[in-house]
């Protein structure tokens, strides 16, 4: 089984930084593409940013400029660098990750989520 724990979420002001990792574990033989997504209580989950295994990275526009995803390979974790907070931005975050692990006796790909991390930004 391969779980995913996002941890780094809080309080901060307006213009503040955070900081959000998200490690996995389990039987894991590579891992693809990691993202982070975040969701607004009545709103929809969206794409915040990803970055392939290669380190090619992709965010959103509302993200640009502001936010950086990385990752180390060697601890299974992806990161999100949160800089000029804004109160929009406030949401439970979640990383996802597509992984290579066994899955009933097979290595296969598979996606998995974590189970969020609060960011609130305040005005």
């Known amino acids: 089984q391969v779980q995913l724990v996002e941890s780094g979420g809080g309080l901060v002001q307006a213009g503040g930084s955070l900081r959000l990792s998200c490690a996995a574990s389990?039987?894991?033989?590579?891992?693809?593409?990691m993202d982070w997504y975040r969701q607004a209580p009545g709103k929809q989950r969206e794409l915040v940013a990803a970055?392939?295994?290669?380190?090619?990275?992709d965010y959103a526009d509302f993200v640009k400029g502001r936010f950086a995803i990385s990752r180390d390979n060697a601890k299974n974790t992806v990161y999100l660098q949160m800089d000029s907070l804004k109160p929009e931005d406030t949401a439970v975050y979640y990383c996802?990750?597509?992984?290579?692990?066994?899955?009933?006796?097979?290595?296969?790909?598979?996606?998995?989520w974590g189970q969020g991390t609060q960011v609130t930004v305040s005005s």
């Open positions: 996802n990750a597509q992984v290579r692990a066994y899955y009933r006796g097979v290595v296969s790909v598979r996606g998995y």
């Open positions: 389990g039987s894991i033989v590579s891992i693809n593409r």
């Open positions: 970055i392939t295994d290669g380190g090619s990275t």
